[in-house]
């Protein structure tokens, strides 16, 4: 039996280690072998046989490093065809090294695997893990002492850990959430699918398990603590981060302001570099937005530099933001 408080094994430390163990096999390995003897399954695994959670997972793990371009092979067993239980999995060392006319310098596999560290919680965080997963299996291990000052991208959202856990897990969770306009948070359950980065905001993408339908939630919009359960829910196949990040920057470029700047002012800068910006004239931009209310917030932080031409629902956000602001310190001393 799996102890009641198994240490969480890190996501890339678990497919690295299976990753080694099927290169290290010519026979292959069944499931059972795999859960029962690779780290970061076997600290979960039951012996009496309750261990569904943790075959989904590596069911997920499969398709997780076949996606690196790695040749995971199946063999069935001639004596019992078709029992999906006697199937073997290995990795052929000879499909899957490097060719012998491609290496990487220790400079070069030193900026590759910094360049992972980075991004470790950052946009592409799933991404990235997999790449340092591959150049670490590969053989590519680098002793640069620049490694031990590597910069570290953090989420200053408390709710990133426990939603990243959930991922890891698979598991559903509950959190309250503020909409704007709201006067109070609302308690949702929700089986998260996808965290990513959006215009410098971290969004978590998400399935209602009771009605399948899928929403974002703005992290910075998360009210108290996320309740990690034990509830497991299945993925959707589709249901990738690549996708999310495509439906928010459609839903991006289908949404467009028109604002008023001053001439070399800090907002004309700002926005006009702001990626798909267009010049409507000498001292017009068309912005595009995917969250109006975050847009609203940005433009009052200009003050009198920005007015909002339309849509109108955003120019009523702004003006309410700057006479808050202005009722705010109507009684500060000049």
């Keep these: 039996m799996p102890t ?15 990753v080694l163990a099927l290169l290290a096999t010519d026979v292959g390995l069944t499931k059972s072998e795999i859960l029962s003897t690779v780290q970061g399954y076997r600290q979960r695994y039951d012996t009496a046989g309750d261990n569904v959670a943790l075959e989904r997972q590596f069911e997920r793990d499969k398709d997780d490093i076949r996606e690196l ?12 065809s078709g029992n999906n239980q006697l199937l073997r999995y290995r990795i052929p060392r000879g499909s899957y090294e490097l060719p012998l006319d491609i290496s990487f310098s220790p400079e070069e596999t030193a900026l590759l695997t910094l ?3 980075v991004w470790r919680e950052g946009t592409l965080s799933g991404e990235s893990r997999r790449a340092l997963l591959k150049l670490r299996s590969l053989g590519g291990a680098a002793s640069v002492p620049e490694l031990e000052y590597a910069p570290r991208i953090r989420s200053r959202d408390a709710a990133f850990e426990p939603l990243r856990t959930a991922l890891d897990r698979g598991v559903v969770v509950r959190f309250d959430y503020l909409k704007p306009g709201d006067a109070e948070p609302r308690r ?6 996808a965290l990513v980065q959006h215009q410098g905001r971290w969004v978590v993408a998400a399935v209602e398990p009771d009605t399948g339908s899928r929403k ?25 981060a690549e996708s999310v990040l495509a439906g928010l920057e459609a ?24 990626r798909g910006t267009e010049a409507r004239g000498d001292d017009v931009l068309a ?6 209310q975050v847009l609203a917030e940005e433009l009052s932080s200009f003050g009198p530099e920005v007015t909002v031409l339309e849509p109108q ?22």
């Excluded at 408080?5 to 430390?13: C, G, L, N, Q, S």
């Excluded at 839903?251 to 702001?274: F, M």
């Excluded at 912005?287 to 109006?292: M, T």
């Design 4 to 18: 009641s408080r198994a240490p969480r094994i890190p996501v890339e430390e678990r497919l690295f280690s299976l």
């Design 69 to 80: 371009g790695v040749p995971l092979e199946t063999l069935d067993d001639p004596a019992a």
């Design 115 to 117: 360049a992972a560290m």
């Design 188 to 193: 949702r359950e929700l089986a998260p699918f």
């Design 216 to 240: 974002n939630f703005l992290l910075s919009r998360v009210v108290g603590p996320v309740q990690v359960t034990t509830r497991p829910f299945e993925r959707p196949a589709d249901a990738t």
């Design 251 to 274: 839903l991006r470029r289908s949404n467009t302001a028109l604002v008023r700047v001053v001439e070399a002012s800090d907002a004309e800068v700002r926005l006009s570099k702001r």
């Design 287 to 292: 912005v595009h937005y995917s969250d109006q």
């Design 313 to 334: 629902g955003l120019r009523d956000l702004v003006l309410a933001r700057l006479r808050r602001l202005a009722a705010d310190h109507s009684g500060e001393a000049a």
